[in-house]
């Protein structure tokens, strides 16, 4: 696969090591909404760690992975995805909805902005989550069986409610 890009979009992309570690995406937009084109652009680069400005909607596709994902500065959308691991993401500044995801843990994220959707999500733990800007939703997971709302609040700063149920 090639990919042609505008010597403005690769300097958009492209920042000196010496500035910054973590690769800057803007937006999917610059790929075309094409996911599996920004993997193929970051295998390319050595997978190094990138950031993505915008929202991300991977609702229903295959994807397994986040790779190198870190953070994500609008909402990330994995409604419906074979996804198992979040890897290192560490960060969502709008909503993450992981509906019906087969995900067991949270991992590395420590904050996300907005809503978090763990509903029918197989979620035994929260990781290394530190906070939830507005509301947790928690409906037919492990986790909604295993902790009472306070015990989750002591654990989550959660800016909004917290839903066991509808």
């Given at each position: 696969?090639?990919?042609?890009?505008?010597?403005?979009?690769?300097?958009?992309?492209?920042?000196?090591e010496?500035?910054?570690?973590?690769?800057?995406i803007p937006?999917?937009?610059?790929?075309d909404?094409?996911?599996?084109?920004?993997?193929?652009f970051?295998?390319?680069?050595?997978?190094?760690?990138?950031?993505?400005?915008?929202?991300?909607?991977?609702?229903?596709?295959?994807?397994k992975?986040?790779?190198?994902l870190?953070?994500?500065?609008?909402?990330?959308y994995l409604?419906?995805?074979?996804?198992?691991?979040?890897?290192?993401?560490?960060?969502?500044?709008?909503?993450?909805?992981?509906?019906?995801?087969p995900?067991?843990?949270?991992?590395?994220?420590q904050?996300?902005?907005?809503?978090?959707?763990?509903?029918?999500?197989?979620?035994?733990s929260?990781?290394d989550?530190?906070?939830?800007?507005?509301?947790?939703?928690?409906r037919?997971?492990?986790?909604s069986?295993?902790?009472?709302?306070?015990?989750?609040?002591?654990?989550?700063?959660v800016?909004?409610?917290?839903?066991?149920?509808?």
């Amino acid at each position: 696969m090639k990919i042609v890009l505008s010597e403005s979009q690769y300097t958009r992309l492209i920042e000196t090591e010496e500035e910054q570690k973590v690769l800057r995406i803007p937006s999917l937009k610059i790929f075309d909404d094409d996911w599996y084109a920004l993997q193929k652009f970051l295998e390319l680069k050595g997978n190094p760690p990138y950031s993505i400005s915008g929202d991300l909607s991977l609702r229903q596709t295959q994807v397994k992975s986040l790779g190198n994902l870190q953070s994500v500065g609008g909402g990330l959308y994995l409604t419906n995805t074979p996804i198992k691991s979040l890897g290192n993401l560490q960060s969502v500044g709008g909503d993450l909805y992981l509906y019906k995801t087969p995900l067991e843990s949270l991992g590395n994220l420590q904050s996300v902005g907005g809503d978090l959707n763990l509903i029918g999500t197989q979620v035994k733990s929260l990781g290394d989550l530190q906070s939830v800007g507005v509301n947790l939703f928690l409906r037919d997971t492990p986790i909604s069986k295993k902790y009472s709302e306070q015990e989750i609040r002591q654990m989550v700063n959660v800016g909004g409610k917290i839903f066991f149920e509808l």
